[in-house]
Nanobody, 118 residues
């Protein structure tokens, strides 16, 4: 089985920074796309940033210029560097990976809370 485990969430003041990490473990041949999503109560989960296995990235308009997604393919790990945080960034952040074990399947982490105080 494959597990994605996030770390790095917490409480930070507006204008501060946090770095999230997500490590995948288990029987993995390769991981295609990886991404970070976030969700607040009562709203749909939204895509924050995504990165392909080749390193191409995309971002939600709300985080462009403030967040940076990166990955270490050798470690099956994806990162999200979050700078200039705003109270509206408060959410549970989820890691996603499209994992190839033989067949391909989508996997999600358990989520990590990010709270930005004003």
């Amino acid at each position: 089985q494959v597990q994605l485990v996030e770390s790095g969430g917490g409480l930070v003041q507006a204008g501060g920074s946090l770095r999230l990490s997500c490590a995948a473990s288990g029987t993995i041949f390769k991981i295609n796309d990886m991404a970070w999503y976030r969700q607040v109560p009562g709203k749909q989960r939204e895509l924050v940033a995504a990165i392909t296995s080749g390193g191409s990235t995309s971002y939600a308009d709300s985080v462009k210029g403030r967040f940076t997604i990166s990955r270490d393919n050798a470690k099956n790990t994806v990162y999200l560097q979050m700078n200039s945080l705003k109270p509206e960034d408060t959410a549970v952040y989820y890691c996603y990976g499209e994992v190839v074990q033989g067949p391909m399947a989508d996997y999600w982490g358990q989520g990590t809370q990010v709270t930005v105080s004003s």
